[in-house]
C-alpha cells in the first residue's frame, strides 16, 4: 500500500505546482496587458500625420491657433478692442527692438512683417474704435512692459529665441481671443475686423513656430 500512495502523492504534488505556475504567468500577461495602450488608440492621430496633418499628433502645434489656450479678456466689445490694441502694440515695440538690436534671418523677417502688419491692424481698429468713442492705447500692456528690461538685456542667437518664441506665446493668445470674441460678438464692424485680421495673426503664428523650431 505504502509503494502505491507514493507515486499518487508525487502527481498531485506536480499538479498543485503547474497550477500555481499558470497562474502566475495569467497574472504577468493581465499586467502586461493592463500597461499596453489599447490597440488602435492612437489611430485617428497617425491617420492624421498620414494624411499631413499633425495638428492632432501629441505635442504637436497648430496656426490655427489652440481651441484650449489662453485668451486675453473680452468680456464686451469695448475690452476686446482694448486688448487687441495692445496686443498689436506689444508686437509692434518688441520687433523694434529686435530690429535695434540688429537680429538676423528668420527674426529678421518676423521683425518687419510684424511691425507693418500690426500698423495697419491698428490703424483699422482705430476706425472702429472712433464710430463708438473709444480711445485705444497706445503701448503696451502691463506684462509686455514688465518682461522688455529682460529682454533687453538679451542679445544675439539668445535675444533671437526669446523673440521668436514670446511671438509664437503673443500669437497664439491673439488667435484664441479673436476666435472666442467672434462667437461672442454681435457687432457687425468688429465681426469683418475679425475676418479680416485674424488670418494674418495665424500666419503670424505659422512663421513664429516655424522660427522657433528652427532655433531649437
Known amino acids: 500500500m505504502k509503494r502505491t500512495l507514493l507515486p499518487l502523492l508525487a502527481s498531485g504534488l506536480l499538479a498543485l505546482t503547474s497550477c500555481g505556475d499558470n497562474k502566475t504567468a495569467d497574472s504577468a ?3 502586461n496587458m493592463a500597461n499596453t495602450p489599447a490597440a ?3 489611430t485617428a492621430a497617425t491617420s492624421a500625420a498620414m494624411a499631413g496633418d499633425t495638428s492632432a499628433m501629441p505635442g504637436s502645434g497648430t496656426a ?3 481651441a484650449n489656450g489662453p485668451t486675453g479678456p473680452h468680456k464686451d466689445d469695448n475690452e476686446f478692442m482694448m486688448t487687441a490694441a495692445h496686443s498689436d502694440q506689444n508686437e509692434i515695440q518688441q520687433s523694434k527692438m529686435a530690429l535695434a538690436k540688429g537680429v538676423t534671418g528668420m ?3 518676423m521683425a518687419n512683417k510684424m511691425i507693418a502688419d500690426h500698423t495697419k491692424s491698428t490703424a483699422d481698429l482705430k476706425k472702429i474704435a472712433a464710430k463708438k468713442g473709444i480711445t485705444l492705447p497706445t503701448d503696451m500692456d502691463a506684462e509686455h512692459k514688465a518682461m522688455a528690461p529682460e529682454m533687453e538685456k538679451l542679445s544675439g542667437k539668445d ?3 526669446k ?3 514670446q511671438m509664437q506665446a503673443d500669437h497664439q493668445k491673439t488667435a484664441n481671443t479673436m476666435m472666442a470674441h467672434e462667437k461672442m460678438t454681435n457687432d457687425a464692424d468688429l465681426k469683418s475686423f475679425i475676418g479680416k485680421t485674424l488670418p494674418v ?3 503670424h503664428l505659422g512663421m513664429a513656430q516655424k522660427g522657433s523650431d528652427m532655433k531649437m
Open 40 to 42: 488602435g488608440a492612437d
Open 107 to 109: 527674426a529678421k523677417e
Open 201 to 203: 495673426v495665424q500666419m
Open 159 to 161: 535675444f533671437e529665441a
Open 163 to 165: 523673440y521668436l518664441s
Open 29 to 31: 500577461t493581465d499586467s
Open 64 to 66: 490655427m491657433g489652440d
